[in-house]
C-alpha cells in the first residue's frame, strides 16, 4: 500500500505487532458497508464516475459474500481489515479498486467502523437487557408477596418482600439501559470524510455519507473524528456498571444458594457439580458472572489509560482500543444471558426466607414504631424499650412475636396486647406503604410501571 517509499519489507515482529486483522476482522460487515456509502458519495459528487463506482459497489459485494461463506483470512501481510479487503476487492476488479480510497484514510475509515460496530453492539446489550428485565419482573410478580429478610450489613434489618428485593434490580438494569441509549445517541456521528486528520480538499457530501450509515450527521470537527474513542468508552463505561450490577446479584445468588441461607436452588441447568464431593451443586455461572464483571472493568481501564496520554490525532496505540471493547462485549453478553437464564429457572425458597424474616427479630423497628405511634413515645426511647424487648427474647430464646405479654408490661407499662398486631413479618412488609416501600401493593403497582416503560 505504501511500497513507493520503501526499499525493504517489515521484519516479521514488525508485521506482527502491527497487523490487527486477527481482532479486527470483526468488523468486515461495518468496513463493506462503510467504503459502499463512501464509493456512491464519489460518485454522486463526480469524484469517481458511475461505472467505476457500480463496478466497486458490485465488487464489495462479492468481497463481502466470500468473507461470509469462508470467513476473513488472518493475513498478517495486509494488516488490519481495511487493507484485506481492498486488496480482495483489486484481486476481484482489478486497478479500478484504487479508486475507493480516494478523499479517505484508514483513520476517518477506521474510526468508521468502530462506531458502526460499537453502535451494533449496543443495540443488542439493550434487548439482551430488555430479556433481563422481563425475567426479573416474571419473578417479582410471582413473590410480590414472599417475605425474606432485608440486611444491612448483611445482619437481618427489616423484612422486605422477595418481589420488592428483585425489583431494586430492575431499577438498576433501567438506568444500564438508559446510559447505554444515551452513549448511542451521543455517538451517532459519522467520522468519514475527516480523511487522515485535516479534512479533503475533494467536494465530498459528509452528510450523504453519514445517512446512508443510520448516523444523524458527520462529526463536526476532523482532527477530533479521527482521534476520538469516547464512544468506546462509554459503552465500556456502561458495561461496566452493568456488569457490576449483574456481579451484586450474582454474589447474592451465590450466598443465597449457599447451605447457611438456603434461599434459592439453582435448576440443573445452571448448576455445576464436583469431580469429588457428590453432594455438591456449585453456583458456578453466577461465579463467573462476578468473575467477568472485574474483567469487564479491566477492558475500560486498559483502554482509559491506552488514550489518556495521546497527542491530536491518530497513533497506533489506537489500534489497541479493539479487543477491550471486542472482550467486554462478549463477557457482558454471557453474563447477561447467564444472568437471564438464573433467574428465569432458579426455585425461590420462601417458606425458608420467611423462616428467617421470622426469627431474626426483624419487627423491632415495627415494635417502636408502634410505640410511638400508639403510646406516644419518642423514637429515641421507644428504640430504648423495644431493644430490651429484644434482649429478652433473645434470653428466652423466643420471637419477639413469642415474647409473653407480662414480659412486654415488665419492660414498659404502657404497652397494650395490640402490639401484637404489628409483629408479624407480614403486617410489617404490608404496612410499608410510602411511595418506593416495600408492601405488596406497591410492589405490583412498580412492577405494572416498569412493564409500562419497556
Ligand atoms: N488498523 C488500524 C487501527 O485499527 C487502522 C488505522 C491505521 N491508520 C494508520 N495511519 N496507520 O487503528
Known amino acids: 500500500m505504501w511500497g ?58 462479492t468481497v463481502a459474500a466470500d468473507y461470509a461463506a469462508n470467513g476473513v483470512p488472518e493475513d498478517l501481510v495486509l494488516e488490519d481489515i481495511h487493507m484485506l479487503t481492498e ?8 486497478p479500478v479498486a484504487g479508486r475507493l480510497h ?26 439482551a437487557l430488555a430479556e433481563l428485565t422481563s425475567a426479573l419482573l416474571a419473578r417479582a410478580e410471582e413473590h410480590a408477596d414472599a417475605v425474606m429478610p432485608g440486611f444491612t450489613h448483611l445482619q ?24 447505554f441509549r444515551d452513549a448511542r445517541a451521543r455517538m451517532n456521528l459519522c467520522p468519514l470524510g475527516s480523511a487522515a486528520l485535516a479534512g479533503t480538499s475533494f467536494p465530498l457530501d459528509r452528510q450523504m455519507t453519514a445517512r446512508a450509515l443510520g448516523f444523524d450527521g458527520p462529526t463536526r470537527n476532523s482532527l477530533d473524528a479521527v ?17 457490576l450490577h449483574l456481579s451484586r446479584l450474582a454474589e447474592e445468588f451465590v450466598l443465597w444458594a449457599s447451605q447457611p441461607f438456603g434461599f434459592v436452588a439453582l435448576s440443573d441447568q445452571w448448576s455445576t457439580g464436583s469431580s469429588i464431593m457428590p453432594q455438591k451443586r456449585n453456583p458456578d455461572a453466577a461465579e463467573l458472572v462476578r468473575g467477568h464483571s ?73 415494635f417502636a414504631d408502634w410505640l ?35 414480659e412486654f408490661q415488665a419492660i414498659d407499662a404502657r404497652v397494650n396486647e395490640s402490639l401484637y398486631d404489628v409483629l408479624s413479618v407480614d403486617a410489617s412488609v404490608a ?20 412493564r409500562e416503560s419497556l
Open 372 to 406: 410511638v405511634r400508639e403510646a406516644g413515645l419518642p423514637f429515641r426511647e421507644a428504640h430504648h424499650v423495644t431493644g430490651r424487648a429484644v434482649k429478652r427474647a433473645e434470653e428466652l430464646g423466643v420471637r419477639l412475636d413469642e415474647l409473653p405479654y407480662a
Open 87 to 94: 486488496a480482495k476487492l483489486a484481486e476481484g476488479i482489478g
Open 294 to 366: 472485574g474483567r469487564i472493568l479491566g477492558c475500560m481501564t486498559g483502554l482509559m489509560v491506552t488514550m489518556k496520554g495521546l497527542p491530536l490525532a491518530y497513533s497506533k496505540d489506537m489500534q489497541d482500543d479493539k479487543p477491550p471493547v471486542f472482550e467486554a462485549h462478549d463477557l457482558l453478553g454471557l453474563s447477561i444471558a447467564a444472568m437471564t437464564g438464573m433467574i428465569q429457572s432458579a426455585t425461590f425458597r420462601t417458606d425458608r426466607m420467611r423462616g428467617l424474616a421470622e426469627s431474626g427479630f426483624a419487627t423491632a423497628t415495627d
Open 431 to 450: 404496612s410499608r406503604t410510602s411511595f418506593g416501600g416495600t408492601a405488596p401493593a406497591n410492589v405490583r403497582a412498580a412492577i405494572a410501571a416498569a
Open 4 to 61: 513507493g517509499r520503501f526499499a525493504e519489507g517489515p521484519a516479521a515482529v514488525m508485521r506482527e505487532i502491527n497487523a490487527s486483522i486477527p481482532f479486527d476482522k470483526r468488523m468486515w460487515r461495518q468496513d463493506v458497508a462503510g467504503s459502499k456509502a463512501h464509493v456512491a458519495m464519489l460518485a454522486q459528487q463526480g469524484i469517481v464516475s458511475a461505472e467505476d463506482a457500480a463496478t466497486i459497489d458490485a465488487g464489495l459485494d
Open 102 to 127: 480516494t478523499a479517505r484514510s484508514r483513520n476517518d475509515q477506521v474510526a468508521t467502523d468502530f462506531r458502526l460496530w460499537v453502535r451494533d453492539a449496543i443495540d443488542q446489550v439493550l434487548a
Open 156 to 179: 437481618s434489618a427489616q423484612p422486605v418482600t422477595l418481589g420488592h428485593h428483585l425489583m431494586a434490580y430492575v431499577e438498576m438494569v433501567a438506568r444500564d439501559v438508559s446510559r
Open 227 to 243: 482521534s476520538d474513542r469516547d464512544f468506546a468508552l462509554d459503552y465500556l463505561t456502561a458495561a461496566t456498571q452493568t456488569a
